[in-house]
């Protein structure tokens, strides 16, 4: 029987006793795949994790210094474990966490609070956010459990968040991941991640960390 990796169930019965887990490679190893990118990014830019589930990517970022960092997942106990795992590492609690759906970002935007005192009035604002990186390591294999709907439904949501000059940077075991009709991204193939093998004669296996821009 095929796991329901696109399912909530699934999820919160796993993360009821998972709190720490890398999907592919770790946090460290991907950090290393997308430094290129990283190190054009000011501080200041807001990072989308996708599907952080209990992953430690969250605070790789903020080892940078990177701090405007949102991490979602459609699991609250997701939440729980990652704002644990900053807690754990920096002593506080400073990036986001969103529970919320990746593939419904079109009709339910993650929204930002801000305020302002134009003509001396204090006024709140809440606006859609706008992210200049968005990540995932095998959310879009897990979104992908949905069928190609589901990945597109994924893929414009994130393309309505992106900033102007946003990308999206995905890891994933399939190398046609997003061989998709009508996706609206250009996918660049951005390095070949090559798995461990068992032994000296089993065949190179990859994963492919692909960038994404819109259309």
């Not at 069928?147 to 399939?174: H, N, P, R, T």
């Given at each position: 029987m095929a796991t329901d990796y696109e399912k909530q169930s699934y999820w919160h019965d796993r993360f009821t006793s998972e709190t720490s887990f890398e999907w592919l490679v770790t946090s460290?190893?991907?950090?290393?795949?997308?430094?290129?990118?990283?190190?054009?990014?000011?501080?200041?830019?807001?990072?989308?994790?996708?599907?952080?589930?209990?992953?430690?990517?969250?605070?790789?970022?903020?080892?940078?210094?990177?701090?405007?960092?949102?991490?979602?997942?459609?699991?609250?106990?997701?939440?729980?474990?990652?704002?644990?795992?900053?807690?754990?590492?920096?002593?506080?609690?400073?990036?986001?966490?969103?529970?919320?759906?990746?593939?419904?970002?079109?009709?339910?935007?993650?929204?930002i609070s801000s305020h302002s005192d134009a003509a001396g009035e204090n006024e709140h604002n809440v606006t859609p956010a706008k992210f200049d990186l968005v990540v995932d390591k095998s959310t879009a294999d897990a979104v992908a459990c949905g069928?190609?709907?589901?990945?597109?439904?994924?893929?414009?949501?994130?393309?309505?968040?992106?900033?102007?000059?946003?990308?999206?940077?995905?890891?994933?075991?399939?190398?046609?991941?997003f061989e998709v009709p009508e996706l609206p991204f250009h996918v660049e193939v951005m390095a070949k991640v090559p798995t461990r093998k068992m032994k000296p004669t089993d065949p190179d296996i990859y994963h492919w960390c692909f960038i994404l821009r819109p259309m």
């Open positions: 460290k190893q991907f950090i290393s795949v997308i430094e290129p990118h990283l190190a054009q990014l000011p501080l200041s830019s807001h990072i989308l994790h996708l599907g952080s589930g209990t992953s430690d990517l969250h605070n790789h970022f903020r080892s940078r210094g990177l701090l405007n960092v949102t991490n979602l997942d459609f699991e609250p106990l997701a939440a729980e474990r990652g704002r644990d795992l900053e807690q754990k590492a920096f002593g506080d609690v400073r990036m986001n966490y969103i529970v919320a759906d990746a593939t419904h970002l079109v009709d339910e935007p993650i929204m069928g190609d709907s589901a990945i597109l439904k994924l893929a414009q949501g994130i393309k309505e968040c992106l900033s102007k000059d946003g990308v999206w940077i995905s890891l994933s075991f399939s190398s046609d991941r």
